[in-house]
């Protein structure tokens, strides 16, 4: 009903006109190679920073991983099944 209405009414037609011109105007600034960012100080000593930050997160994922995993299998909140159970019961 609605879609029939739409057609009936021409709706579709002319936005679908103004929405495929719309793409091809833009605000009339044009980008140039001028505009891109230009790359500053030792790259080496920046890779490493990074790399010594990234390092630390990883290290503290890992540790908080292996301390939740053994948290939760000293209180007993999991049972990881290693071996089949004692009993059935």
Do not use: C
């Amino acid at each position: 009903m609605l879609a029939k209405h739409i057609v009936k009414q021409g709706l579709l037609l002319r936005n679908a006109g103004a929405l495929s011109r719309a793409s091809y105007h833009g605000s009339g600034v044009k980008v140039t190679m001028n505009d891109l960012p230009v790359p500053q100080g030792d790259w080496k000593e920046h890779h490493t920073r990074q790399n010594t930050k990234y390092n630390a997160v990883l290290a503290a994922g890992v540790a908080a991983l292996v301390g939740t995993i053994f948290l939760v299998k000293s209180t007993g909140l999991i049972h990881l099944n290693y071996s089949p159970p004692e009993s059935t019961d």
